[in-house]
């Protein structure tokens, strides 16, 4: 989450336009310079190989050790599987997310290819036909997926839009308007989880018009996907764009609010510079309306799942659509996304982890090396479940040339500095939410120990109201609070080993922490065994071992001549 960087102006502060901003004078890396980067960086890993034979060993280590975690799940799933659940031809549907997404798979593809299609030609005939086309999309497919329910995330959206446009008229201070959005939108999603969307009960106050006429409009058009599941993406839209049109008529913006184009802005056609450009530029006032508001918060490449991106962000690419990833590069990323999907299915065929942690009495009689081996698997199909889910997002809007962050940008194990730099990698279109709309006006660095128990709680409650998550939060927050302190202690690059050794801590911690405050390995049995002190030193010195050398190799790739800048 971003906590050890140091973010620049309050996010109200209004930057200046992108032809004047200095990421804007600095042309993009050529292609041919960044192959030869990456040439140079592949060889100067496998001469430090050569030169280093301690790396050579964590190779072997880390080979060993994956084989060895992959027959262990091999032989649980053999042993035990007569006794899972959620196992339909021999895959691991237990878990509903995947099991929602690969069943709804084939007929997002040719929707998706449909929208992005129109969407090209839409844009042809200008922003407004762009803009509406972008809305009356998004409405439509909210009503598909939720049904008639559609109308309460429809009437959510409309009713802060009303909102935040009265607020401006009104000129109400930006503190107390930004403060106002954030109770209203919270209230909403937090009633819409306790009311379970609505579907049993009517909202608090509308109970003489939820007739019988009216539940039987909601009983014949159900849906596919219930509104408020999803709504925790939504409301986050909606917090983005109340907050984004505040500062933008605090700030005066004027003019039709399009970055620079191409030609006089080089950062605009693509990276993180170009990005934070596009996020951080307010637009017009006028471009803050209802319809922007619907397509950007229905947009249909990003509606189930994300990633996330800024109101601002989103609006700019209809004067500006992006333009630094080519087609080549688009269809390598639906290569690379297909990967993904095979290595999932074929894991999800193999390996039930998802049933065996579902099924308490089987998790609860695993003796510890295999529950160090179940949530070794566990946390690698859930990282690769995400990336399936957010890079075919991802795809589809780069397609429809709308640039969002990359949400996994490491694989699990390559995390080499801290737990810091776990969260900036792991949902990190949600981290770059979190840095500019809460932790940034929280005060920031200035308060960042504090500010970290306020940000993981409000991560954890996002997720779910559940007390398991709240104690994931406050123990994610505490290991936090030392690791900045040790690191404002000592500025100074520590010594390799202690890096490394730091790192295998960092990553011990987050396994643990991760899978006990999601309670995949609560209940009994195997909490039982976890907790012995004998059991749990076994566990844990495994633990340190594996991600000692997983975080020695990653060190070494960072290392690599040119591998950093190219990260």
Known sequence: LQFLYLIGAPTHTTLPHPSEDPRCRTPPLPRRAVREGMTSARASLLGRAAADPELCVHVIVVGVAVHAVLGVLKDITHRHEPDLFGVAGGVDLSDAQWSSFRKGLPQLVPAMAGFVAVSRLARLAGVRCHEVLYAA????????????????????????????????????PRRGAVAVVWVAVLSALFVADA?????????????????????????????VYRWHVGFNLTALRLISYAVDSIEAHNSGAVGDGSPAPPARCPALSGGEAAYAVRQDTPRSVGEYTLVGLLGYTFYPPLLIAG?????????????????AFTTAYVAGYAARFLVCLALLEGGTRAFHVWAIAAAPPVRDALSPTELLCLGLGLLNALWLKFAVIWRFARFVALGDGVEVPENMTRCLQNNVHSIAGFWRNWHRSFNKWIVRYLYVPLGGRAW?????????????????????LVKWALLMAVCSVPEALLARAFPAPAPRRLRVAGGAVSNTVLMAANLIGFGWLGGGGGAAVMASPAALAEAAAAAFVLFYSTTYI??????????????
């Open 137 to 172: 999309a998004g409405v439509g497919f909210a009503g598909f997926l939720h049904g008639a329910s559609a109308v309460y995330p429809l009437a959510i959206a409309a009713a802060v839009h009303a909102l935040v446009a009265g607020m401006n008229a009104c000129c109400v």
């Open 195 to 223: 009311y379970g969307g609505f579907a049993r009960r009517p909202p608090p106050g509308l109970e003489g018009w939820y007739t019988r006429g009216v539940k039987s409009v909601f009983r014949a058009y159900p849906g």
């Open 307 to 323: 990633p996330i991106t800024t109101y601002n962000a989103f609006r700019s690419h209809l004067a500006a659509p992006q333009r």
């Open 448 to 468: 960042r120990n504090w500010n970290v128990f306020i940000v993981f709680l409000f991560v954890a409650a996002w997720h779910d109201l559940e007390l398991r």
């Open 554 to 567: 990653a060190l070494a790739v960072r290392e690599g001549d040119g591998a950093g800048k190219l990260e």
